[in-house]
């Protein structure tokens, strides 16, 4: 069975940074399309930045700049780093995994992904 456990979430004031973690227990990492999307209450779960098995990196508009992905292979582990938080990056955080190839535009969607995570809460404060 597939896991997807991720940590690293927390509370920060605006400016701030924080790094998420999803370990992928039992498989290989790099045979594996990743991302990291999140979800807002009230608000549909949303791509924020995607690592795809061919290499390609792809983030959503709102977080170019401030956030990058980024894979340990050695160490199984997706990471996501994110610098100059604002408030609406509040959310709960997920990571999500996919054995196929996906393209830019399939890579936010969410009925791509067949492996998620539990999720890591993210809380920014102004």
């Known amino acids: 069975q597939v896991q997807l456990v991720e940590s690293g979430g927390g509370s920060v004031q605006s400016g701030g940074s924080l790094r998420l973690s999803c370990v992928f227990a039992?498989?290989?990492?790099?045979?594996?399309?990743m991302a990291w999307f999140r979800q807002a209450p009230g608000n549909e779960r949303e791509g924020v930045a995607a690592?795809?098995?061919?290499?390609?990196?792809t983030y959503a508009d709102s977080v170019k700049g401030r956030f990058t992905i980024s894979k340990d292979n050695a160490k199984n582990t997706l990471y996501l780093q994110m610098n100059s938080l604002k408030p609406e990056d509040t959310a709960m955080y997920y990571c999500?995994?996919?054995?196929?190839?996906?393209?830019?535009?399939?890579?936010?969607?969410?009925?791509?992904?067949?492996?998620w995570g539990q999720g890591t809460q993210v809380t920014v404060s102004s």
């Open positions: 999500a995994a996919n054995t196929f190839f996906l393209t830019t535009v399939q890579a936010f969607d969410v009925t791509r992904y067949n492996y």
């Open positions: 039992k498989y290989t990492i790099s045979m594996y399309s």
């Open positions: 690592s795809g098995r061919d290499g390609t990196i």
